[in-house]
């Protein structure tokens, strides 16, 4: 059973727009939330993270907000640019309580078209 | 700035043969994690390592089996290989065992089981 849900597994945005990308997960017990961006032959590479003690964290065009009673989670990319076009995958982890080792989602690929 | 190293990046073996991955975590992180990330899959978490000792344990088969060294590199050894251990194998490093330590990947070794 997926405790990690990236229900849009790819999504288009025009250069110099928004993008958003969603993340829904079912564990309560998850208190820390990342995004990570991979490119083909790349391993994941570390965006922006949040605890759950926060709703919001915001790194230069990165933002994730956090909706915990809701179990949700998003990353607004503002402006997208071309080289934003990526897999992203969202992944949690019980936080502090746990060994560390992240629940991913399975990814949903952007496209950022100039 | 110095990145998390794996080797090799590539591999291809025979059923029934046995690989070794290694890791080599980013200098003065002592916690080394593995996935495997199969086609179109999310990466899923295999095995842990905190300063040499095994932290936690996921999904990974009784054919495999790790360890971390004393110089915090970790190693991961695949025996009676089957097909469908084809994938991705992606080791990443944090600084420390606590669950709000963002993890950093190495770029993967890709195995193929003929």
């Known amino acids: 059973d997926q405790q990690v849900k990236q229900n849009s597994p790819s999504l288009s945005v025009q250069e110099g727009r928004i993008s958003i990308l969603n993340c829904d997960y079912t564990?309560?017990?998850?208190?820390?939330f990342l995004w990570y961006k991979k490119y083909p032959a790349e391993g994941p590479t570390f965006l922006i993270s949040?605890?759950?003690?926060?709703d919001k964290n915001e790194d230069g065009r990165f933002t994730v907000f956090l909706n915990k009673s809701a179990k949700h989670l998003s990353l607004h990319i503002v402006p997208s640019q071309p080289g934003d076009s990526a897999v992203y995958f969202c992944?949690?982890?019980?936080?502090?309580?746990?060994?560390?080792?992240?629940?991913f989602g399975k990814g949903t690929k952007l496209s950022v078209k100039p | 700035a110095a990145g998390v190293i794996q080797s090799p990046r590539h591999l291809i073996k025979e059923k029934r043969e046995t690989a070794t991955l290694k890791c080599y975590p980013i200098?003065?992180?002592?916690?080394v994690y593995w996935y495997q990330q199969g086609p179109g899959q999310d990466p899923q978490f295999l095995i842990s390592?905190?300063?040499?000792?095994?932290?936690d344990k996921g999904s990974i088969p009784d054919r495999f089996s790790a360890q971390q060294f004393s110089d915090y590199h970790s190693e991961l050894n695949m025996s009676s290989l089957e097909l469908g251990d084809s994938a991705l194998y992606f080791c990443?490093?944090?600084?420390?065992?606590?669950?709000?330590?963002?993890?950093?990947f190495g770029p993967g070794t890709r195995l193929t089981v003929l």
């Open positions: 390592f905190y300063e040499k000792m095994q932290s």
């Open positions: 564990n309560s017990m998850f208190d820390y």
């Open positions: 990443a490093s944090s600084p420390g065992l606590a669950g709000y330590n963002e993890q950093f």
């Open positions: 200098p003065r992180h002592d916690t």
């Open positions: 949040i605890s759950s003690i926060k």
């Open positions: 992944a949690a982890s019980g936080g502090g309580g746990s060994q560390g080792n992240l629940i």
